[in-house]
């Protein structure tokens, strides 16, 4: 009698939350048999789960159209964005930190990163692209990159980080003699790694992710990233929807697989950096 | 020697900073001074651009278009808002809970959906829920019910865009809620047991009070999110039916990019700027920045 009513205990927070993960994935799941289905079976009755007769013709498709070329454009921008991004804001977020005895406005250029937050980058996109465009970078992947890499959350989590550790690590590699560059490249960027594991990952879904200005910035065919081309089988007599099924499907593997297998650093990274309230 | 060495650590400094702040300048803070200059000009993108005073905003306060844009964005929020934040926070409560067995696979699953971009996430839903063979309206069908035409009621899309944009947030920010829960000490769990308080009461006087700084970081977060949704709804209706779901960043993106009315569209955005901050800061003041009273 005990034994039982411990098992339930146990049994019904473990089942709802069965129920609550398979909700929330089922319409990934949903998605991704329907892509093996064959267009006759995507459009009649009755629905079933797996498709009848399996089929990969709508990736055939979808690849034929071009899409790793898509592909590797959204990998470009992925990974140099993120390299760029994870640069830039280690060296900004550790100068915030460092030199806040040294240089008496710290706060105040901090202050002016945190206006990237405060104010919605889509409120400002329609200036963007004419800055873009008078650059020269019009159609031209550097200008997706270039605007979007300095994140205030990658900043902001790197000072964070590096107002943790004690300023006297710094004298100390001073006293022997390196140099601030030396310094922050062989003391200091290595104390750093947790941060840049979680926005590595981060900075690369968003990247991968790009929408807006990639849209609007890429003109040409072969230029586009994997959401474009997503978005070009949606027309104006409707949605192309046994391709658009397959190319969702194929741009969502590369980012579930990544991270399944960095889970750790996203989950542990969100609730330890900073986001903690 | 001290100057000495006080000089070459501002030098430092700056040489450090020096990337993000130029990339930070061009890319943001130029925009941001180009819209409020944008803002008097009849600029099309292309060749005009004359100044022509405050008229961009004489039409503004007169374009009925704007203040519809902008009370379905408001109510598309209002109506979503409270899904937003109660949803993970009672997902985030359950696989939190010592008795969950499969608690961090739970959690993955959950998140899941979180890493895709707003247009599959707006895609998949549309999916589920196309008028004919989609799922949902098989399943109405399959019970007895009439199916529902999904896309061409305007509350109905409305409905959809914001079941899409709960289903993709949600595991974020249960992840958030999670950080709270576990930040909560462990004590004062004991000493309300000790005291012989219901799992109810602990509930709502320690586990819903010491929650109010995450719980005001989700709202203010999952606030300005759906103000600015766009993305999303070209996954699903485009806006449509009609103008039904064109939401206000959609409302100025049409006019600068597809009108090419830079000039109107930048005079807009400093609007819709001002009006974002005023509802966070209210939101602020309201709930004292998440702090108890």
């Known amino acids: 009698m005990k034994r039982s009513s411990q098992l339930s205990k146990v049994f019904w927070p473990s089942f709802w939350t069965f129920v609550v993960a398979a909700a929330m994935v089922f319409p990934i799941v949903w998605l991704v048999f329907s892509s093996f289905k064959q267009t006759g079976e995507l459009f009649s009755y009755p629905l079933r789960m797996f498709p009848t007769e399996w ?20 990998l470009f921008l992925a990974v140099v964005g993120t390299l760029i991004t994870l640069v830039i804001s280690s060296m900004c977020g550790y100068a915030l930190a460092i030199y806040r005895f040294d240089v008496s406005y710290t706060n105040l250029i901090f202050g002016i990163f945190l206006l990237g937050t405060l104010i919605p980058g889509e409120t400002l996109t329609v200036p963007q692209v004419a800055v873009i465009s008078e650059l020269g970078l019009y159609n031209n992947i550097w200008g997706v990159i270039l605007p979007v890499v300095t994140t205030t959350t990658g900043i902001f989590m790197f000072r964070q980080q590096y107002l943790s550790i004690p300023l006297s690590f710094v004298e100390a590699a001073r006293i022997d003699g390196s140099n601030e560059a030396q310094t922050f490249f062989h ?3 290595p104390l750093g790694t947790s941060s840049t594991v979680t ?3 981060f900075s690369f879904m968003w990247r991968w992710n790009d929408y807006i200005l990639p849209l609007l910035v890429l003109s040409e065919q072969r230029k586009y990233t994997i959401q474009i081309a997503i978005k070009n089988y949606i027309g104006f007599n409707g949605v192309d929807w046994s391709s658009i099924l397959a190319a969702s499907v194929m741009s969502m593997v590369p980012i579930i697989i990544l991270f399944i297998i960095l889970q750790r650093h996203i989950i542990g990274g969100l609730s330890a950096s900073g986001i903690k309230g | 020697m001290k100057t000495h060495h006080a000089k070459r650590h501002v030098v430092a400094f700056w040489l450090f900073i020096a990337p993000c702040l130029i990339l930070f300048s061009v890319f943001f803070l130029l925009p941001l001074i180009l819209s409020v200059g944008f803002s008097f000009t009849n600029y099309d993108g292309w060749k005009t651009m004359d100044f022509i005073g405050l008229s961009n905003y004489g039409e503004l ?3 009925i278009k704007f203040y519809q844009a902008l009370g379905r964005t408001f109510g598309y929020t209002l109506f979503s808002l409270p899904f937003k934040v109660i949803v993970p926070l009672l997902i985030a409560l359950l696989l939190c809970s010592k008795r969950v067995a499969i608690k961090s696979l739970g959690r993955t699953m959950v998140y899941i959906p979180s890493l895709l971009s707003s247009l599959v996430v707006g895609i998949t839903i549309n999916w589920m829920f196309s008028a004919e063979y989609g799922l949902v309206n098989y399943i109405i069908q399959s019970s007895g019910g009439t199916p529902l035409e999904w896309a061409l009621n305007p509350r109905l899309a409305t409905f959809v865009i914001s079941f899409a ?3 993709a947030s949600t595991g974020f920010y249960m992840v958030i809620f999670i950080g709270g829960i576990n930040n909560i000490p462990a004590d004062l769990y004991e000493a309300a047991s000790i005291d012989g308080s219901s ?3 602990t509930f709502f006087h320690i586990t819903i009070p010491m929650l109010a700084p995450t719980t005001f970081l989700v709202t203010l977060l999952s606030t300005v999110n759906l103000l600015k949704e766009y993305a999303l709804v070209q996954g699903i209706t485009q806006g449509g039916p009609g103008l039904n779901t064109t939401f206000i960043i959609q409302f100025i993106f049409d006019k600068g990019f597809n009108q090419m009315q830079y000039g109107y569209a930048s005079a807009i955005s400093l609007l819709v700027m001002i009006i974002f901050a005023l509802i966070a800061y209210f939101q602020f003041k309201l709930s004292n920045g998440g702090e108890q009273k």
Do not use: E, P, R
């Not at chain 1, 089929?55 to 592909?71: L, M, R």
């Open chain 2, 199 to 201: 799992g109810l009461q």
């Open chain 2, 165 to 167: 944009s709960n289903w």
């Open chain 1, 187 to 189: 003391v200091m960027l």
């Open chain 1, 55 to 74: 089929t990969a013709s709508h990736y055939a498709k979808v690849i034929n159209d071009g899409f790793f070329g898509y592909v590797f454009n959204s």
């Open chain 2, 61 to 63: 306060i007169k374009d």
């Open chain 1, 199 to 201: 926005l590595a990952i």
